[in-house]
């Protein structure tokens, strides 16, 4: 079993910086794909931004400029730096990893986070 732990919400004016952090424990060999998806009220849950093991970053057009992700292997975590942060980045944002493991014979696993809050408003 995979946890995902998120740390780094919480509130800040139009135009601030928050960083959320995402550590992975547990049993497995490896992170391949990386992630931070965002939920806001009444809206389907949006991919914000992916890092694939390849390099191939992905972001959401209205993050592009603002938001990077970034990850540490060693620490088997992933980070958003967030800035310029407007009211429309409100929303609950929830890590997810793809997982690999030692027994190739399991096919990669997905997880999920708890989930934080990032509320931006004056």
């Known amino acids: 079993q995979v946890q995902l732990v998120e740390s780094g919400g919480g509130w800040v004016q139009p135009g601030g910086s928050l960083r959320l952090s995402c550590a992975a424990s547990?049993?497995?060999?490896?992170?391949?794909?990386m992630g931070w998806y965002r939920q806001s009220p009444g809206k389907h849950r949006e991919l914000v931004a992916l890092?694939?093991?390849?390099?191939?970053?992905y972001y959401l057009e209205s993050v592009k400029g603002r938001f990077t992700i970034s990850r540490d292997n060693a620490k088997n975590t992933v980070y958003l730096q967030m800035t310029s942060l407007k009211s429309e980045d409100t929303a609950v944002y929830y890590c997810?990893?793809?997982?690999?493991?030692?027994?190739?014979?399991?096919?990669?696993?997905?997880?999920w986070g708890q989930g934080t809050q990032v509320t931006v408003s004056s």
């Open positions: 997810n990893a793809v997982v690999s493991y030692n027994d190739r014979d399991i096919p990669p696993g997905v997880y």
């Open positions: 547990g049993s497995f060999a490896s992170m391949n794909t």
């Open positions: 890092e694939p093991s390849d390099d191939n970053i």
